[in-house]
């Protein structure tokens, strides 16, 4: 093939471009939207984190870049690119090529995403076999080095033991070393870190940095937990009620949050600085109803500086600096709500 | 049923631990290897003072769900005494279900700890109901509680737990732990599940309630900016022993044990630009079968002295009742950040 049918290797060319993104699942009584018009890129090297609570859309976003959900029961509007690659377009084995070897995932609970019956240095071998011909001997040799690299100790040892023997932090890391058997390009992690304790956690999203910027990774970072977003991330793109609502660096999304959303999650979270028995700033309500979408903003039902225009129309996005976008009409009156958390 | 009575005056705490002990064995394979035991709690002592929220924290494995079944009767302790207001429980001045009914619980998954075949009205009245209050009044209190939590009677009551969301399951949790009127209640991992902006609303609603019935709490947590948040004193636990327990800001502000140290700054930074650098321990937990010799942090504290290893440290008081058990705090212990005793005495 020439490089023509490869836009691979154009090096402008986003990682991810997610274009106008709509997912809506059927099966239950009504159909679910679970994403409503994601636009999103992701550049070379760039890690994104993608936050929001249940039901945000956060995870089916992530999902539909590997195409893991149900055919029959999905559907899908708008564009998916991953590597110039039209992934919703892929034939069946194109897709089987394309997942682990371009693309790979990294779940939150690997004693599920792994298989209980083989040891996992007979997983990380399959997966290199399958997409690489190389012998057993040599493939054992790289799931060695991944082992080490992702810092197991006696690595050797490990390769030989199955799942359940392995502590939560220890897994984590052997599903890390699985994803990245093929030298994947892009890295999608589902809440990775979620299930660990506090001094686990801090080890992964450190290991997780470290692979990033050795290995040139792409990253989308999916998670609930703005801390750990802060840890890794570059931009951060918030999510609600299938849309994202705002997107800038991280710095930006924590010192100048500009949709009312944004800024109540941020003023939810206890923290250091908040005097005890000082109430916590809550968002009242619950979110909305998937399958009965509002008209407008999803949000402005919980919403403070909600107006009947929000109410109307979907509001549109918002440039407020380069890279910096909310999804609101009332960024400025959310400018003075803004909490300021960090020195 | 009548208000529970203050027995033993405000001075009096609430609830006396000592010496608890928690093993469970492990089953022999059938050549007979094996067996041994797990140390989920090893030796704790502490108390719970009248209208106060002790806040535990530890990774897990450090014992501290096991505690609170422990203090609950739930599991039957290897060794230990739990004193409740000045009785011991299950004894015969507080018999099992008395006790119960002034200690109540709330549990992490708000779906499994409710009935499924119970509308969540008569969840909330199952409980008086137990305790003989008649069907009318215990389910006119379920209705007066369910509002109390932010759930309307007229739009919930009938309702079953799965027509509801995680937030709303565990309000119905509380009014239910609520139902008995106790005097104490144990939070275990309660907010943990829920999200940020629902767990904000759920401790909101804590808070209120622990004021307006003069409630006592045990939040148990590993979320460490809630516990601070909702503490006035905190214990923190390690391979099911106390490392340290003192009040909430002094710990946060100047915690005593290396192993609190490194717990806090395995916090996210929330800044983006002085991210975390480098981890404060390495590894995972270790496992509480075998458990190290000595002090159990020793292997992966960063102070760790020759005599860690060999020498098992007592609470020595660091400050206000502050207490960690640390060889460096104990005079003469032998480390080399110690005073020596000459100097102490």
Redesign the interface.
């Known amino acids: 093939m020439t490089t023509m049918n490869h836009p691979t290797s154009s090096s402008s060319e986003p990682m991810v471009r997610l274009r106008d993104l709509s997912v809506s699942f059927s099966g239950g009584r009504k159909p679910v939207q679970a994403v409503s018009g994601v636009s999103l890129e992701v550049r070379r090297g760039e890690v994104v984190a993608l936050i929001g609570e249940s039901g945000s859309g956060k995870s089916v976003t992530l999902r539909t870049l590997l195409r893991l959900h149900p055919e029959r029961r999905t559907r899908i509007g708008g564009q998916v690119q991953v590597a110039g690659r039209d992934v919703l377009a892929m034939p069946a084995r194109e897709l089987d090529d394309f997942r682990g070897k371009v693309a790979s995932m990294i779940f939150q609970e690997p004693l599920l995403a792994l298989d209980p019956v083989y040891s996992v240095g007979a997983q990380i071998v399959e997966s290199i076999r399958r997409h690489e011909s190389v012998s057993k001997a040599e493939a054992h040799q790289r799931a060695l080095a991944l082992f080490e690299r992702v810092r197991i100790p006696s690595p050797e040892r490990r390769l030989a033991a199955y799942p359940h023997e392995m502590s939560g932090g220890m897994r984590q890391r052997a599903m890390i070393a699985l994803a990245l058997a093929c030298k994947p390009q892009l890295l999608l992690a589902d809440e990775p870190t979620t299930a660990l304790d506090a001094t686990v956690q801090i080890q992964i999203l450190l290991l997780l940095r470290e692979l990033q910027r050795d290995l040139g990774l792409s990253v989308i970072f999916v998670t609930h937990d703005i801390g750990a977003a802060v840890e890794v991330a570059d931009r951060i793109a918030v999510m609600y009620a299938g849309r994202i609502v705002e997107e800038g660096t991280a710095r930006e999304l924590i010192r100048s949050p500009r949709h009312p959303y944004t800024i109540a999650l941020l003023k939810s979270r206890a923290h250091g600085a908040l005097a005890r028995g000082a109430r916590l700033e809550t968002i009242g309500g619950a979110p909305p109803d998937l399958s009965a979408l509002p008209p407008g903003c999803a949000f402005a039902e919980r919403c403070a500086l909600a107006t009947d225009a929000c109410r109307a129309a979907q509001p549109p996005v918002v440039e407020l600096a380069p890279k910096h976008r909310a999804r609101c009409i009332h960024t400025d009156a959310a400018a003075a709500i803004a909490p300021t958390l960090v020195a | 049923m009548d208000a529970l009575k203050d027995i033993g005056g405000p001075a009096q705490p609430l609830l006396t631990i000592t010496g608890l002990v928690k093993h469970f064995p492990l089953k022999k394979d059938p050549l007979g290897r094996g067996g041994g035991v797990v140390r989920a709690v090893d030796g704790v002592d502490f108390e719970v003072l009248k209208g106060e929220t002790l806040g535990v924290v530890g ?2 494995g450090c014992g501290k769900s096991t505690t609170a079944r422990l203090l609950m009767q739930l599991i039957a302790p290897t060794r230990g005494e739990v004193i409740f207001d000045g009785r011991e429980v299950g004894g015969r001045e507080l018999p099992l279900k008395e006790f119960r009914r002034q200690v109540q619980m709330v549990f992490q998954d708000s779906y499994a700890s409710l009935n499924p075949r119970l509308t969540i009205e008569d969840s909330v009245a199952f409980g008086p109901q137990v305790h003989g209050v008649g069907r009318r009044e215990a389910v006119a209190r379920a209705r007066d509680l369910l509002a109390r939590v932010g759930l309307e009677p007229q739009r919930f009551a009938e309702r079953y737990p799965h027509e509801l ?4 399951r565990q309000r119905v949790n509380i009014a239910r732990a609520l139902a008995l009127q106790p005097r104490m209640v144990i939070l275990d991992e309660a907010v943990s599940a829920l ?7 759920v ?2 609603l804590l ?1 209120d309630l622990k004021a307006e019935f003069g409630l006592t709490y045990l939040f148990i947590s ?5 516990v ?5 004193r905190v214990m923190v636990m390690y391979l099911g022993q106390v490392a340290e327990i003192g009040p ?2 002094a710990l ?1 502000d100047a915690p005593a044990h290396p192993y609190t140290r ?2 806090l700054s ?8 002085h ?11 270790p496992n509480p079968i075998n458990p190290p010799t000595g002090c159990r942090f020793h292997p992966r504290c960063a102070l760790a002295a020759p005599v860690c290893s060999q020498v098992v440290p007592e609470p020595i008081a660091t400050g206000a009742r502050h207490a960690a058990s640390c060889l460096v705090h104990e005079a003469g212990s032998g480390h080399p950040m110690a005073v020596p005793l000459a100097r102490a005495a």
Request: aromatic letters at 4%; glycine letters at 6%.
């Open positions: 990774e897990s969301s995680g937030g709303q999200d940020k902006s629902v767990e904000a609303q401790i909101n808070l590993h979320d460490l900016n809630v601070r948040y909702v503490s006035d909430a800001d946060y490194a717990l395995s916090m996210p930074s929330m800044d983006p630009d991210r975390t650098e480098e981890a404060a321990l390495a590894g995972d937990p």
